[in-house]
């Protein structure tokens, strides 16, 4: 089974950066499109950015594009989120998803295969 730990999140001032990592064990790593979402307590869980197979398609919520960048490094069967120009709403628990099929890790709702078990990202005024 297919098993994603996420880590980097932390504390950082508005207008800050944070590179989030996922690494997935337990199956081939590009079998996988990947996705990593966000939840405030209290709020659903939203899409943040998804990615395929290899890499060449991506794809974000309009809130994060141009401020995140999703990659993954299949050698190291890591998935990554770049996030620069951090405000305050993006403080959440961000989390990775793992499934073969790309738009089952763009829509909250769908079933995956796998998540991470989250890292706390909190960003301060």
């Known amino acids: 089974q297919v098993q994603l730990v996420e880590s980097g999140g932390g504390l950082v001032q508005a207008g800050g950066s944070l590179t989030l990592s996922c690494v997935v064990s337990?199956?081939?790593?590009?079998?996988?499109?990947m996705g990593w979402f966000r939840q405030v307590p209290g709020k659903d869980r939203e899409f943040v950015a998804g990615?395929?197979?290899?890499?060449?398609?991506?794809y974000y919520q309009d809130s994060v594009k141009g401020r995140f960048t999703i990659s993954r490094d299949n050698a190291k069967s890591t998935l990554f989120l770049q996030m620069n120009g951090l405000e305050p709403a993006d403080t959440a628990v961000y989390y990775c998803?793992?499934?073969?099929?790309?738009?089952?890790?763009?829509?909250?709702?769908?079933?995956?295969?796998?998540w991470g078990q989250g890292t706390l990202v909190t960003v301060s005024s």
């Open positions: 998803a793992a499934d073969p099929i790309l738009r089952n890790v763009m829509v909250v709702s769908t079933a995956k295969e796998a």
């Open positions: 337990g199956r081939t790593f590009s079998n996988y499109a």
């Open positions: 990615i395929t197979r290899y890499g060449v398609n991506k």
